[in-house]
């Protein structure tokens, strides 16, 4: 709890943008998935980025935790109070800049999610490509190095963040980055910022890199006879050097649920959802080459949909899997994990990932951007039973392991929070203890996201 003399500093910085209300914690205190922690003490809504440094100095002064906070759609539990502190709430910080279509970058603050960028930039013919699934905020993304369907193509937010503006745990305001294209000056402390989930500042403005709307656009989608088809087809997909925009994999059990749930009539069986982006005659190309590398692969029923009102719908059903799988399992929660792995080693990580999850007595779909190695799994659980909530919990432990055993890691794009650092050391080593180090030599009290990400 807040004593009166720390609420009342707080309360002078934010006036009425400061909640103690039950009902508030309550909602910030809430995951995706299911990671759970206690409450916040308080949540506040800054407007500006000097909140922010008074903020992180109030911090500072009354030893108290500071959490970043977007929409509130991270999965290993990264935005939750593990030692109570003050949630901090973008919601309101949420603008667009400036847009700059010469140099194909954009300034926004952290509240504004992808959609909403996307919408200002209509009219520039550019668009901001990243796509994780839910209508994140964009400060959230970078926070957790965010990724998604279109990244086999266009990259991550590593690849798409050009500079930041970061308030840092003292209070001091910096920025990272520049306009240009390129830099070798110094550390890369954009790319440190990126990923680091809040546990080293709070990200006040992000410079963003944009790319051209496509002049054409094919999305087709694909049945097969196994899952080891469609894995292998995508395998030679990338090996032949086509490069797809989104390259997505549903097995038969979420096939079964997004037909339900999003009133779609695909067969039942292995699904590949394929997108290509680019100019007409390009295109015809490539999607000639992948009609026959699918067909060698046994698939059936491939569909082409190049109007616009039908590939909205397959990929809004692609988007809603994960409240389609839910509701397939109705009263259930799920345990959310991902993965990724060489491409090589794709087909092995995911047949034996279903073996695991065959064996378990639990459902457990998978689906994923398997064009760069990344795909999850969403076991089912009863959260009543705990039996089935460890037994879900042991299915992650193995298919971190796994991945690791085949050359990947832990987590492609959900991220670490506190759900799964107990995985960092096996795949960091020594690593691991550097990372803990950078962060005590920039938040040394340990209050920027504490229990996240880095060793205690």
């Not at 909602?27 to 440094?53: I, N, Y």
């Not at 109030?58 to 108290?64: M, N």
């Not at 009219?123 to 699934?133: E, I, K, Q, S, Y």
């Not at 038969?252 to 649920?257: I, L, N, P, Q, Y």
Request: with cysteine; hydrophobic share 45%.
């Amino acid at each position: 709890m807040l004593d009166d003399t720390a609420l009342a500093a707080l309360r002078a910085i934010f006036g009425d943008r400061l909640s103690v209300a039950p009902a508030l914690l309550a909602q910030h205190a809430q995951s995706e998935s299911l990671v759970s922690a206690g409450r916040p003490d308080a949540v506040v809504f800054p407007h500006a980025t000097d909140e922010v440094a008074a903020l992180a100095r109030w911090s500072s002064t009354h030893r108290v935790p500071l959490i970043g906070w977007g929409a509130g759609t991270s999965l290993e539990g990264h935005a939750l109070a593990v030692s109570g502190g003050v949630v901090v709430n973008f919601r309101d910080m949420a603008a667009v800049l400036e847009i700059r279509p010469e140099d194909r970058l954009v300034r926004v603050q952290p509240g504004i999610t992808r959609e909403a960028l996307n919408r200002e930039l209509r009219a520039t013919g550019l668009m901001f490509p990243v796509d994780p699934g839910a209508n994140a905020t964009l400060g959230g993304m970078a926070a957790t190095r965010a990724s998604g369907t279109t990244a086999v193509r266009y990259g991550t937010m590593r690849d798409n963040v050009r500079g930041l503006e970061v308030v840092l745990a003292d209070g001091q305001v910096i920025r990272t980055g520049t306009g240009a294209p390129k830099s070798s000056a110094g550390y890369d402390l954009t790319a440190l910022f990126v990923g680091s989930e809040g546990t080293l500042g709070l990200i006040t403005e992000l410079t963003l890199r944009l790319h051209g709307q496509p002049e054409a656009v094919m999305t087709a989608v694909a049945a097969f006879p196994s899952v080891a088809a469609s894995v292998d087809c995508v395998i030679a997909t990338m090996q032949m050097g086509l490069t797809p925009a989104r390259i997505e994999f549903l097995d038969a059990e979420t096939v079964a649920a997004c037909n339900a749930y999003s009133h779609l009539s695909l067969p039942p069986a292995p699904q590949l959802l394929v997108e290509f982006h680019g100019h007409p005659a390009g295109l015809a190309e490539d999607v000639s080459r992948f009609r026959d590398l699918a067909a060698a692969h046994g698939a059936t029923g491939l569909d082409w949909a190049d109007k616009a009102e039908d590939r909205t719908r397959l990929w809004a059903a692609r988007h809603a899997a994960y409240r389609a799988i839910l509701a397939s399992r109705p009263g259930a929660k799920a345990v959310v994990t991902d993965v990724c792995v060489p491409i090589s080693a794709l087909a092995t990580a995911v047949e034996e990932t279903r073996a695991d999850i065959a064996t378990s007595g639990i459902p457990g779909p998978i689906l994923g951007h398997v064009g760069d190695g990344n795909f999850h799994a969403i076991l089912l659980v009863d959260p009543a039973s705990d039996t089935e909530v460890a037994t879900a919990k042991a299915l992650a432990g193995r298919m971190a392991r796994r991945a690791l055993r085949l050359g990947g890691t832990i987590t492609g794009e959900h991220g670490v929070g506190f759900g799964k650092r107990p995985c960092m050391q096996a795949e960091h080593g020594a690593a691991w203890a550097v990372m803990g180090a950078l962060k005590r030599a920039l938040d040394p009290l340990g209050l920027m996201n504490p229990g996240k990400l880095v060793p205690d």
